[in-house]
DNA sequence: ATGGCTTGAGTGTCAAGA
């Protein structure tokens, strides 16, 4: 099984490259983020054409995430339950027997902002809702944006992001307790080369200066860990016209 | 120089992203 998330950073805009990537890489599951689009507006058909169902929980101009999945999505679930948000950024759904959490973590903009608080709580709910869920799914992934560069190997210039936003002791300390829940950062899981990243500013050519972070992530259960073969960051589709500003990440479980 | 692009909204130019 195949499972992969990609920030698309507007489907509207990024559907081409989206079609695209699933017919060349025909993943089981894709989790799409930040499509900032009414769910009136979701192209399904589009996505039906290219053999894929979609759940999909959207809002204007900001948020929104999908799962699209060659089998059918059971017990669909939007938000965090519990944690009351107008903001769309957590689906969850059942494929072929895996919990799939897509999620886009907020971006926090700035450790003395209001967004940054919103933030710390989120994950707080975040990781109080993924406890039970993981009783009750032992088999699951959460894939997704997180805005969280859980390590300095995740960051191109570590000193210049100390402290800041994406890099800050509160933020990887919710990274280090979603591994607490039993969860494991399939990337790290092999060998990687260094100075891989899956999002690179739109701003100083920093993709082709290799300025990026990675904030883009993919955690699997203590079920799934020894079926998991492989974890690797496509940076094919930042290279295209019009790019999303984040890449795909890609797991697999055999 | 707290900028640099890109998107959506909407027709001015700004908020938000990370």
């Not at 890489?25 to 769910?39: F, G, N, V, W």
């Not at 060659?70 to 339950?81: C, G, L, S, T, Y």
């Not at 971006?107 to 109080?128: E, F, R």
């Not at 920093?206 to 699997?220: E, P, V, W, Y």
């Amino acid at each position: 099984m195949k499972i992969a998330t990609w920030n698309v950073n507007s489907l509207k805009v990024r559907l081409p490259h989206v079609l695209d990537w699933l017919a060349a890489h025909q993943p089981d599951a894709l989790c799409l983020q930040e499509l900032k689009q009414e769910d009136k507006n979701f192209p399904l058909a589009e996505i039906e054409a290219a053999g894929y169902h979609a759940s999909f929980a959207g809002q204007k101009t900001y948020n929104g995430v999908a799962i699209l999945s060659k089998a059918p999505a059971q017990d669909v679930v939007v938000n965090i339950p519990g944690f009351a948000d107008e903001q769309k950024r957590v689906l969850a759904a059942t494929i072929d027997g895996v919990r799939l959490v897509c999620a886009y973590f907020p971006n926090g903009q700035s450790v003395d902002s209001d967004k940054y608080q919103y933030k710390l709580q989120w994950l707080d709910a975040l990781i109080t809702w993924l406890e039970g869920e993981l009783k009750q799914h032992p088999r699951l992934a959460l894939l997704g944006d997180y805005n969280i560069a859980p390590d300095d190997r995740d960051v191109h210039d570590p000193k210049a992001w100390e402290g800041q936003v994406l890099c800050s002791v509160p933020e990887r300390d919710a990274f280090r307790r979603l591994l607490g829940l039993g969860l494991h950062d399939s990337f790290r899981l092999f060998p990687q080369a260094e100075g891989s990243f899956t999002w690179w500013d739109y701003r100083l050519n920093a993709f082709r200066r290799k300025l990026g972070m990675r904030i883009d992530h993919i955690l699997i259960s203590d079920a799934l860990l020894s079926s998991c073969s492989g974890c690797a960051v496509d940076i094919e589709p930042r290279k295209l016209e019009r790019p999303s500003d984040h890449a795909p990440v890609v797991v697999e479980l055999k």
